[in-house]
């Protein structure tokens, strides 16, 4: 087992995707993603430490349970797709590994998920008007649906279109069928009620990059893995000292858990 | 039925540059000054750790909230306007200091040109060198008038900054020293003097040294930690109306900020303005707040909101050209203006662009205003080009060369190799008014009172749009001479037309400025001409845009309007400055 210093060592995880597939064989059973629920959250939490704990539950991160997605069975389209996205490489974790899904689970079930910040007003833009509009999060924006509604829609439309194409849910499909899947999405190509599903791409991408890259607060970038990964600092206070400096200078990213404690 | 309070010498809308600068003035006099600001009160206390970037720059915690007041917007007049729904087209500012907390503090002041662009035009070029549609005006004051106002404000603010090569005179040098330098902004600097050019330091208000201005308030020095943009400064390093001209205001004694409290009209009878009516958000109780001075120093919107709801002014009328108020709404138009250009990705350097604060960088004025002739050129006015290396955040920045795949592996590895080794330059480009760009209230869409939206309809001139595909090219030829090994361009098409992206705060116009009734709203102190104690104050009074930053000269006005409002209160009234009648005989 890898020491506590160095969680990027753990972070390449190779059976991670293959559980993936392999989940998909008994979900929609009802006991069956009973029990799923829990492996899935063993699985995706990383083993970093807690060596010499006895008490198997001290190693299960609490913030590792879901909060919007009612089914198991969207929470694992999401983590497939995301991962999809953002996948793990020699360079580091993918989405799964950096809490992702966890993250994206979180925003949908608060204000984000329900456009609380945004105008409201009807009349909205039907369906043919959005496919007019240019940019793809303008689309969302004007969708009657909220993004939670889009999401749900989305990923139970990338399921069914994999099952339907491939006899294999999209979790469960070979990642060439996946990319199948996923470009007609991003291209529009596949029919959603809420959206044209080219700005379902363009949301369920820029929230996979949040959570990838978003202060650790918010349950995403585990361990800052993200930020180091694009070899971001994080929350430093300064950078009067360094940035000056002629040759790139690395520095261990810091998060606001750690800034705001020292005030 | 609102509750009449007890009548002070100044009610004014809002708490930015305008309103804060508004307040120092007068209530240094010795003047009973109330604000009311529709945001929540704020402090620099709020800022004290607030590296946020989802909260304050994808989730816009600083912004307007839009579910209950927006904008409707639309791209030419035969269109239906649709409501600006999200932040992301939309980065209003709002509370306590509004848009002037977080801004990135490049303050810079607009040309001589500028303020006598009509008549400058027809002299140098003659009157057909003005496109049709195009309805530029002179403002009635000349860049001299100003130049005082424009010194005050930046020793105000604290500005660090150095000569313009190319800028027009000044009466003294910058308050602070530029800002700390780096590698990509001195490659920028080397590759645009190779090829001619007259690069210069963004005047920033960011502290380059720790620093105390004229009223007496210190301004920290900055720490270049990149939380600048769309957030408050951490260490009341940035020079903004919380920690100067409220602070100056609140220390006479003279002064109150009631926050939560959305004006909601301009009380008048037909000449003079008795008050402002408006709602405290908290409780929903109406009070009217009547004043011998009332002034809107809220942002374009809310100011031409509010005059066109108050009935104050003709409204604009696009099909007769009559009346004024709407008339002339410009903008840094975000894919006209703003962010277009050239991106370079280099494959063999890397720099420290996750360090930075809001205005470092440099640009490069030598296509600014009338600064080139324009004889053979078919646009009038210009641009500038700009780098920046403000610190970028790494929600916000996932650059990676045009023909690479969307999501997956290689988009992954580029994503993570570029991010620190790619660099964009940007044409900031005027936008002049016409003819068919303006403001009036939307037909449909209600804010959450139920009064009307304002709605921008925003048409894009020829002259628009070359303008902005110059800017593109001398871009790629400055980042070409940079060394970039690919160069992705952030193109103007031919038939681009308005995104209905509201996405820098530099909104302009719809109360403009001049110095004939029948074609302007406020004078020169930016004095209603129908109303002499209302003053309409902000970038709502700017009668075009430059290429050039609003938020100095918006200061400089206000400078202006108070020394204008404190001898109308000192005298018998009346206005300042007398109409010249000159459109109608």
């Given at each position: ?263 | ?25 007068l209530t240094k006099k010795g003047y009973k000054v109330v604000a009311l600001e529709r945001g929540k009160e704020q402090s620099r206390e709020d800022f004290i750790g607030a590296k946020d970037e989802l909260k304050y720059s994808i989730r816009y915690e600083m912004m307007q909230d839009l ?123 080397k590759a645009s003097t190779n090829l001619g050019y007259h690069p210069y330091r963004l005047p920033a208000a960011n502290m380059s040294e720790t620093y105390t201005n004229p009223d007496g308030e210190t301004i920290n020095a900055c720490m270049y930690c990149a939380f600048c943009e769309e ?355």
């Amino acid at each position: 087992m890898a020491d506590n210093n160095n969680p990027k060592t753990e972070s390449h995880d190779p059976g991670r995707r293959n559980f993936l597939k392999n989940t998909g064989l008994v979900v929609g059973g009802v006991a069956g993603g009973s029990l799923l629920g829990g492996l899935f959250t063993n699985q995706m939490k990383s083993d970093d430490g807690k060596k010499g704990t006895s008490d198997e539950t001290a190693k299960v991160d609490p913030s590792h349970a879901r909060v919007f997605f009612g089914r198991f069975e969207d929470f694992i389209v999401l983590a497939a797709a995301t991962e999809l996205i953002f996948p793990e490489d020699d360079n580091g974790p993918g989405a799964i590994g950096l809490d992702v899904p966890y993250y994206i689970d979180k925003q949908l079930a608060g204000t984000w998920g329900i456009n609380g910040d945004d105008y409201r007003q009807a009349p909205f833009t039907n369906l043919e008007g959005l496919k007019k509009i240019q940019k793809d999060d303008e689309k969302v924006n004007h969708a009657r649906a909220n993004r939670g509604k889009i999401f749900l829609e989305g990923l139970r439309l990338m399921n069914a279109e994999s099952m339907k194409r491939f006899d294999a849910s999209f979790d469960q499909a070979t990642e060439e069928q996946q990319h199948e899947i996923m470009g007609d999405l991003a291209e529009g190509k596949l029919d959603m009620k809420s959206t044209p599903s080219d700005a379902f791409f363009a949301l369920l991408k820029q929230a996979t990059l949040e959570g990838a890259f978003s202060d650790p607060l918010y349950g995403g970038n585990k361990n800052m893995d993200g930020w180091r990964m694009k070899e971001f600092a994080g929350a430093r206070p300064s950078y009067a000292d360094v940035i000056e400096s002629e040759e790139f200078v690395k520095l261990d990213p810091i998060s606001l858990t750690d800034y705001h404690r020292k005030k | 039925m609102a509750e009449e309070l007890k009548k002070v010498d100044v009610v004014i809308v809002g708490t930015g540059w305008a309103g804060g600068i508004t307040a120092a003035e007068l209530t240094k006099k010795g003047y009973k000054v109330v604000a009311l600001e529709r945001g929540k009160e704020q402090s620099r206390e709020d800022f004290i750790g607030a590296k946020d970037e989802l909260k304050y720059s994808i989730r816009y915690e600083m912004m307007q909230d839009l579910s209950k007041d927006t904008v409707t917007a639309r791209s030419s007049m035969d269109e239906t306007a649709k409501p600006v729904r999200n932040n992301n087209y939309a980065r209003f500012g709002n509370d306590t200091g509004g848009a002037s907390v977080h801004w990135n503090g490049v303050s810079l002041r607009w040309l001589p040109y500028d303020f006598e662009i009509h008549s400058q035009t027809v002299e140098k070029y003659g009157a057909k060198k003005i496109p049709e549609n195009c309805t530029i005006q002179d403002w009635g004051v000349t860049y001299d008038d100003m130049e005082p106002y424009y010194d005050k404000f930046e020793k105000t603010a604290g500005v660090s900054g150095e000569e313009n090569p190319v800028g027009p005179p000044r009466s003294d040098k910058y308050p602070n020293p530029p800002l700390k330098t780096t590698p990509s902004i001195e490659l920028f600097k080397k590759a645009s003097t190779n090829l001619g050019y007259h690069p210069y330091r963004l005047p920033a208000a960011n502290m380059s040294e720790t620093y105390t201005n004229p009223d007496g308030e210190t301004i920290n020095a900055c720490m270049y930690c990149a939380f600048c943009e769309e957030y408050g400064c951490d260490f009341g390093a940035k020079g903004d109306p919380i920690v100067t001209v409220l602070e100056t205001a609140r220390k006479t004694g003279n002064f109150e900020i009631r926050n939560e409290s959305t004006v909601t009209e301009v009380i008048h009878d037909g000449t003079k303005a008795i008050g402002l009516k408006y709602i405290d958000n908290i409780t929903g109780a109406e009070y009217i707040q009547p004043a011998d001075i009332v002034v809107l120093a809220g942002f374009v919107f809310t100011n031409n909101k509010l005059l066109l709801k108050s009935k104050i002014g003709k409204p604009y009328n696009p099909e007769t050209q009559e009346g004024v108020i709407g008339k002339n709404f410009t903008g840094h138009f975000s894919n006209i203006s703003t962010y277009i250009g050239a991106r370079g990705f280099f494959d063999n350097e890397k720099w420290n662009l996750s360090m930075g604060t809001g205005a470092l960088g440099a640009k490069v004025d030598d296509y600014a205003g009338d600064n080139v002739d324009h004889t053979d050129l078919d646009f009038l006015h210009g641009y500038e080009i700009r780098y920046y290396h403000l610190g970028q955040r790494p929600i916000d920045n996932n650059h990676v060369p045009e023909g690479t795949p969307a999501w997956g592996k290689e988009y992954k590895e580029k994503n993570l190799f570029y991010h620190n080794r790619s660099l964009i330059i940007r044409a900031k480009t005027a936008f002049l008014p016409n003819r068919y760009t303006y403001l009036d209230l939307d037909p449909t869409y209600k804010d959450e009172l139920g009064d009307p939206l304002i709605r921008a309809t925003v048409h894009y001139e020829e002259q628009d749009i070359k303008r902005a595909q110059h800017g593109v090219e001398t871009c790629k030829e400055i980042m070409t001479e940079m060394g970039a090994d690919i160069i992705d361009l952030v193109d103007v098409p031919d038939d681009v037309k308005f995104d209905s992206k509201f996405y820098t705060n530099h909104f302009l116009g719809g109360a403009i400025m001049g110095e004939d009734p029948e074609t302007s709203a406020v004078n020169t102190y930016s004095q209603m001409w129908d109303m002499e104690n209302l003053f309409v104050l902000g970038g709502s009074s700017f009668p075009h845009n430059s290429n050039h930053d609003p938020t100095e000269t918006i200061g400089a006005f206000a400078y202006r309007a108070s020394e204008g409002m404190i001898e109308y209160l000192g005298g018998e009234g009346g206005l300042l400055v007398e109409a010249k009648q000159t459109s109608k005989a």
